[in-house]
C-alpha cells in the first residue's frame, strides 16, 4: 500500500490536482452522454418519443444559462473546492433520481439536477486549473482537463447501451451515479487548493476591471462560437454524408473516426503550444486550416481524408482558447470571471446550433452547415487574435501609466 501512496505523492501538486479535477469531468462526460447511449431503452421503458429524447439530452446543458455566473460567484464567496464537492454530490443524486424514476417527471428532474451539478463543476474546475497551472504548462493543463469530456462520452458509448439492454435504463443512471460518487470522495480526499487561492474570497463582479470585463466577452464569444461549430459537425456531419449517398451505418462510424482524432489532437495542440510558446499563432493557423477544411468538404463531399484532416486540426486551438481568461484575470477574480466566461458558452449553445441548422436548411441543404461552420471559424480566429491584441495594447497602456 505504502508503494501507491508514495508514488502518488512523488506526483507535482499541480498535476496531482489535474488528475483528480479530469477524472472528475470525465464521470461528467460519462453523464451527459448516458441518454444518448440508453436512447432506444428510455423510449420503450417509458415509451416517449425522440422529440423528448433530444429534449431530454439538452436538459443537461439548460441550468447553465442560469447557473453559470452563480457558480463563479459562489466560488468566490466559498472557495472553490466546496463548490466542486456540491456539484459532483449534485450530479450523484441525480443520477440517483433517475436511477429510480418511475416516470417521465422524475427523470427529467433527475437530469436538471445532474446538468445543475455538472454546471458547478465545470465552471469552478477551470478556475482551479488557473489556481495551480498559471505560469506553468496552463494551455497544456486546460487542453487535458477539457478532453475528458468526449472521453467520457465514449465511455458511455461503449458500456451503457449494453448495460440497459440487459438491466434496465436504471442500471445504467446508477452507474453515473456510482461515478460521479468516486469523483466526489476522491476529490475530498486528495484535492486541495493552492495557498494562494484564498485570496480570492469574496471577489463579486464588482471587482472585474473594465479591461476584464471586455477581454471575457471576446474570450468567451471566442470559446462559445467554436463549440457551436463542434456540436454542430458532431450532429450534423452523418446527416450530411448521408444526403449524399453515404449509408448510415458508414456515416456514424467515420463521423466516430474523427471525433477519435479530436480526442488526441486536443492536448497534441496544448502540447504544440507551450512547446513553441505561441499559442495564439497555433490557435489561429489550425482555426485557419479548419475553416479550409470544412470548405472543401462542402465543395467536394465529406471524404475520409477530409474528415481525418479535420479530426487532425480542428482540436489543436482547444486548449488555448478554453485557457485564454486565466492569462488575464486576477487571482481574485477568477472564480467570478470563469462564471461570466460560461455564461456567454451556454447562452450560444442554447440558441446557435438550431440557428445554423434553420439557416441551412433555407440555403436548400444540410451541407450548408460546413460553410457557415467555416464562417463561424473564421470569426473565432478572428476574435482570438483580437484578444491577444487587446490584451497587448491595455497593459502596454497600464504599464506606461
Not at 459532483?88 to 436511477?99: F, I, K, P
Not at 480542428?314 to 472564480?335: C, D, K, S, Y
Request: with cysteine; proline share 4%; net charge positive.
Amino acid at each position: 500500500m505504502a508503494g501507491p501512496v508514495a508514488g502518488w505523492h512523488a506526483i507535482p501538486p499541480r498535476w496531482r490536482a489535474l488528475i483528480l479535477l479530469s477524472l472528475a469531468r470525465l464521470a461528467m462526460g460519462f453523464q451527459f452522454q448516458a441518454v444518448g447511449a440508453t436512447g432506444s431503452s428510455i423510449q420503450a421503458e417509458y415509451g416517449v418519443d425522440l422529440t423528448w429524447i433530444g429534449w431530454l439530452i439538452g436538459l443537461y446543458l439548460f441550468p447553465g444559462i442560469a447557473l453559470a455566473l452563480p457558480s463563479g460567484l459562489l466560488g468566490a464567496r466559498f472557495g472553490a473546492k466546496p463548490i466542486a464537492l456540491a456539484g459532483m454530490a449534485l450530479m450523484m443524486l441525480g443520477g440517483l433520481a433517475c436511477a429510480f424514476a418511475g416516470d417521465t417527471a422524475m427523470l427529467a428532474t433527475g437530469r436538471l439536477l445532474c446538468g445543475a451539478g455538472g454546471v458547478l463543476f465545470s465552471v469552478i474546475a477551470t478556475k482551479m486549473i488557473a489556481d495551480w497551472f498559471a505560469g506553468h504548462e496552463l494551455v497544456l493543463a486546460m487542453s487535458i482537463l477539457v478532453n475528458t469530456w468526449p472521453i467520457g462520452i465514449a465511455l458511455a458509448l461503449l458500456t451503457l447501451g449494453d448495460v440497459a439492454g440487459a438491466h434496465g435504463t436504471g442500471a445504467a443512471f446508477g452507474i453515473t451515479a456510482v461515478a460521479a460518487a468516486a469523483s466526489l470522495a476522491l476529490l475530498a480526499v486528495g484535492y486541495r487548493s493552492p495557498g494562494s487561492a484564498a485570496a480570492e474570497r469574496g471577489a463579486g463582479l464588482g471587482a472585474l476591471q473594465r479591461r476584464e470585463w471586455q477581454l471575457l466577452l471576446i474570450t468567451g464569444a471566442a470559446w462559445m462560437v467554436f463549440n457551436v461549430v463542434y456540436a454542430a459537425l458532431a450532429g450534423f456531419l452523418p446527416l450530411v454524408m448521408i444526403e449524399q449517398g453515404t449509408d448510415a451505418t458508414q456515416a456514424n462510424r467515420l463521423t466516430a473516426l474523427m471525433t477519435l482524432l479530436i480526442i488526441g489532437s486536443v492536448p497534441g495542440g496544448g502540447w504544440l503550444a507551450e512547446r513553441t510558446g505561441r499559442p495564439i499563432l497555433i490557435a489561429v493557423a489550425s482555426l485557419a486550416l479548419t475553416a479550409t477544411v470544412l470548405v472543401a468538404m462542402h465543395v467536394h463531399g465529406p471524404g475520409v481524408p477530409l474528415l481525418l484532416a479535420t479530426g487532425l486540426v480542428i482540436g489543436l486551438p482547444v486548449g488555448t482558447l478554453i485557457a485564454a481568461p486565466a492569462q488575464f484575470l486576477r487571482p481574485e477574480t477568477r472564480a467570478v470571471g470563469m462564471g461570466v466566461f460560461h455564461t456567454i458558452f451556454y447562452l450560444g449553445m442554447g440558441v446557435l446550433p438550431a440557428a445554423m441548422a434553420a439557416a441551412a436548411q433555407s440555403l436548400g441543404s444540410v451541407s450548408h452547415v460546413l460553410t457557415i461552420g467555416a464562417a463561424m471559424v473564421v470569426l473565432t480566429a478572428g476574435l482570438t487574435g483580437l484578444a491577444a491584441w487587446w490584451d497587448s495594447a491595455s497593459t502596454r497602456t497600464r504599464a506606461m501609466a
